[in-house]
């Protein structure tokens, strides 16, 4: 069964996404990076929030918007307070206001493949919460917002044990690659 992995771009502040959700931040750091090569062949689904699925895109009017820079085709879970009462015919996006069943339809939508990727901070730490959470990625990039989203938030504090798996050193970032060790 496929593992849960939270990826992100990451400021050095700790920053994915910068205030309201600004994503344009990012565009001049995207591009090739090692590190990432070969991901989106291991993901079988997406495990999105809401105002992921619904947010900035910084690639947004270009070949390349969407998930992974236009990369990414498959199944999405959106994760959402807001089921809408339909869903475009032959969509692959299937909604979900309960995140066990959203873990559970991803992971079935994820078939084989190795990974669910999760996108969204809430979406990542509600999977925290109930004990799913498998492995973190994150590149950091460069520059530093000063306010925004954070990669995690937890009210009054929460230690999470994390190993680390790989760190590389690309082009553009630094990307690092952890389990979770308690949930």
Known sequence: MAKLLYSAA?????????????????????????????LTERIGALLVGWRTFSG?????????EGAFSGTWSGP????THRVPDRVEEGSEVTF????????ELAK???GEREYVNILGAETARNCLEVGALDEVLVSIVPVML?????LFDHTGGRLVR????????????TTIWM???AR
């Open 10 to 38: 990451m400021s050095l502040d700790g920053f994915i996404a910068g205030p309201g959700g600004d994503m344009s931040w990012l565009t001049p750091y995207l591009g090739p990076d090692p590190a990432l090569d070969g």
């Open 108 to 110: 079935a939508a994820a």
């Open 56 to 64: 900035d895109d910084p690639n947004r009017g270009t070949d390349k």
């Open 96 to 103: 979900s206001d309960d995140v066990r069943e959203a873990i």
């Open 76 to 79: 999405e879970i959106v994760l």
């Open 179 to 181: 389990r979770v060790l």
């Open 146 to 150: 000063g306010d925004g989203t954070r």
């Open 162 to 173: 994390l190993e680390r798996i790989r760190l590389t050193e690309g082009p553009i970032a």
